[in-house]
């Protein structure tokens, strides 16, 4: 991790192409090492300059969240982000994070089910169309790593968990990307990830907050601030602590759509 965050910040950035589907400025880059010999990597380069203006967000805070929510994430020790840096590109600042690879031959991760109920493994998340006045369950797999990214999301606020944002990499695990609204003082969770909603937080995930809420304190709260206004991190401490004084995983509420659009 040390190497790939140092390859992010201090290599040579050579952009490509840009990433159509995406609704702001990505830039698909190599990232080559000033040493000879040393291996290059892939990555996504989102500049600044390159951000569509959001009612609820602050103009050119979208990279900094990003990073932030690496820096939590990477609290966490469960590394459920890429590596991610914000640094001086072709494009002006902007923020740069390692390219993961979709493994294609994972398991999916969502899925279309009989809409009387899920499969074994499988959770619901909502009722869809489906086209001829017919509808099916949307569902994902009660899985630890999805579990893992629901309880960070939460942390996050994260307003836009789509489907697309979870990557199953060849190394097995899932990591998730695009958090550019992130970290918004007013409650915005929108997210895919709902099939554990109300139900108790596993232990792990309880000590896991229990050490972001000393951390968000002192050394990680430092690594924070520059990207968060001091109200940001004032939330984000209360998140954490209500999530642990609650003992749950949050519900959805009518004060904000709870799915992402479009989903996937």
């Given amino acids: 991790m040390p190497a790939a965050l140092r390859l992010l910040r201090e290599g040579a950035l050579t952009v490509h192409g840009r990433l159509t589907d995406a609704s702001n400025a990505a830039l698909y880059c190599t990232v080559t090492p ?11 380069y989102k500049p600044v300059a390159g951000e569509r203006p959001l009612w609820d967000f602050p103009d050119g805070t979208l990279a900094g969240r990003e990073v932030a929510a690496y820096e939590l994430s990477a609290a966490t020790g469960w590394d459920l982000i890429p590596p991610t840096v914000l640094r001086d590109g072709p494009h002006g600042p902007g ?33 869809a169309e489906v086209g001829d006045g017919r509808t099916a369950l949307l569902v ?23 489907g697309g944002h979870l990557i199953p990499a060849a190394d097995g695990r899932v990591y998730g990307i695009d958090h550019g609204v992130t970290f918004n003082t007013e409650g915005k969770l929108r997210t895919l990830l709902w ?25 990680l709260g ?7 206004t001091a109200a940001e991190l004032d939330a984000t401490r209360a998140r954490v602590a209500a999530l642990l004084a609650t003992g749950t995983h949050p519900l959805p509420t009518e004060e904000w759509p709870s799915i992402p659009w479009p989903p996937i």
Avoid: F
């Fill in 140 to 162: 994902h797999p009660d899985d630890v790593r999805l579990r893992r990214l629901a309880v960070l999301d939460a942390v996050l606020n994260n307003a836009d968990r789509k």
């Fill in 222 to 228: 430092e690594r924070l601030a520059p990207h968060l």
């Fill in 195 to 219: 099939g554990w909603a109300g139900q108790p937080l596993p232990a792990e995930a309880t000590a896991v907050l229990t050490g972001l809420a000393g951390q968000l304190d002192g050394a």
């Fill in 95 to 127: 923020m740069v994070q390692l390219w993961v690879e979709p493994d294609p031959d994972a398991a999916p991760l969502l899925a279309l089910q009989d809409p009387r109920g899920p499969e074994d493994g499988w959770l619901p998340i909502v009722r």
């Fill in 34 to 44: 000033a040493a000879p010999g040393a291996p290059s990597a892939q990555a996504v």
